[in-house]
C-alpha cells in the first residue's frame, strides 16, 4: 500500500485522497451561458459529466419567474458573504433553525459514550471521528434551517441520557453557542459560519470551536470540520459537498485522527468518500479509516506503511439509520425527533427554537402563514436592536458568556462563548412561571413564543 504520504503520490488504497480537494475548483464545473443567457452561471450534475449543465439548469424546485427574478436580486452579493445580510423567502427553509442543526451531532452520540469507555487510546479515536463523520448525512439536506432570533434556544433532553442547550448569542455576526452532556462527556461549541456567494453556488466555512471531554480520563478532543460547498442554488438541483480535511486532535495525549472528504467527480466519482488515519504523538499511522459518510465508516489496524496489518480485518464502527422514505425535506427520524416534543424537557424556555410561529407553520405546510411570520419576526428583532441601541444597551445571553479569548481558526478569529452552569441551576428549578408546560402544547395558534422575553 505504501505509507500514507506515498499513497498520494502513487495510487493504491487511498488513491488521489487529497487530489482536488480545492472546493474552488472541480472539473466538472461548466458554465452555463447560451440557453439561459446568464453570463458566468455554473451549474453542476452530481451524477452526470460535463456536456449536460443546460440541461441540469432548468432543473431543481424554483419556478422559472422565481428563479430569474431571485437571481437579478442575487446578483449584486456575489462575493459576500450573505449569512445574514439578504431575506430570503420560506420556499427554499426547511422547518427547523440553526440551533436544532447543532443538536443533529447527538444523534450517535454513543460512539462518544463507546470513546469514553475505551482502553485502547487509538480506537478512542476512531469511535469519536466517526461520531464527528456521522452527522454529515443529515447536513446534506438542501433545504435552508431558520437563522435564530437573538437570545433565542433550544433545548433536548431524552435521547441517550443527554442534556443538550444551545442558544444564539450574537445577531451581527450571526453565532451560537451549544453544550452538552451525559455521564460520558461534554460538547462545547462556539459557531460563527462564514459564506462566499458565488452566484449559482455558496461556500461555507465553519468558523467555530468544538471540544469534547471524555470524563472518564478528562481527554479532551477538538474538532476542525472540512468548509462546505452548497451547488446549484438557483438553477439546477441543489446539492452539497464537503470536501477537505477534517482533523480530531487530541489535546490531552498529542494523538490526532485525520480525514479527507473526497470531491464529487464526474458522474459522481468519490462522492460521500472519507479516508483518513489514526496517528500517534510521533504522527506515525495506527489504524487506517475508510468509508462514506453517507453509508457507514470502517477502521483496520495498520503499520507504519499504512498498510494493513496482517491478520487483521477491516470493521464497521458506525452504519447511518435508516431514513423515513420520500420525506419532503429529507429528515432523518433523529431529524424529527428534534422538532418534536419527545425530546424536550417538561417545562420548556418560550424562547425554544419548536415555538418559533414560522418554523411551526412551514412544518404544518402552511407557507403563506410562515413566510408572514417569518417577516414579523425579523422586523420585530430589527426594532429591538434599535432600541437596545437607543438605550445604550447591551445584550446578554443567559446561559453563555463571551469570554475575553479569540482563538484562531483556518477561516477566521473567534470570539468564544463558554457555557456559564446556570441552565443546570434553572433545570433543577424548573417551577419557572415563565417555563412553557409542552403537554399543552396543541397548534399553531396557541404557539407562545415569547420574543419579548429573549433580550430581557
Known sequence: MGSPDTNQKKGGFFAAMTSGLSMFSNAMHRSVNGLLGYEGV????????????????????????????YWKMMQKYIGSDVTSMVTLPVLIFEPMTMLQKMAELMEYSYLLDQA?????????????????VSVYFAYQRTWKPFNPILGE?????????????????SHHPPMSAGHAENEHFTYDVTSKLRTKFLGNSLDVYPVGRTRVTLKRDGIVLDLVPPPTKVNNLIFGRTWVDSPGEMIMSNMTTGDKVVLYFQPCGWFGANRYEVDGYVYNADEEPKILMTGKWSESMSYQPCDLEGEPLPGTEMKEVWRVATAPPNDKFQ??????????????PKKLLPSDSRLRPDRWALEKGDLSKAGAAKSSLEERQRA??????????????KWFDQTEEVVPTPWGDLELYRFNGKYIDHRNSIDSSDAVDTGDVQSI???PWQYANLSE
Not at 44 to 49: A, H, T, V
Not at 59 to 65: A, H, L, M, T, V
Not at 153 to 169: D, L, R
Open 445 to 447: 395558534e396557541f404557539c
Open 116 to 132: 469514553d469507555k475505551c482502553e485502547d487510546p487509538y480506537m478512542r479515536m476512531v469511535y469519536a471521528s466517526s461520531w464527528a
Open 331 to 344: 429528515f432523518t427520524y433523529f431529524a424529527h425527533k428534534l422538532n418534536s416534543f419527545d425530546t424536550a
Open 384 to 397: 429591538e436592536k434599535r432600541n437596545r441601541e437607543a438605550k445604550g444597551d447591551q445584550f446578554n445571553p
Open 153 to 169: 434556544t433550544y433545548e433536548m433532553v431524552n435521547h441517550g441520557g443527554v442534556t443538550f442547550i444551545s442558544e444564539q448569542v
Open 42 to 69: 455554473e451549474v453542476i450534475n452530481p451524477e452526470g459529466g460535463k456536456e449536460d449543465a443546460e440541461e441540469e439548469a432548468q432543473r431543481g424546485r424554483w419556478k422559472q419567474e422565481e428563479r430569474d427574478s
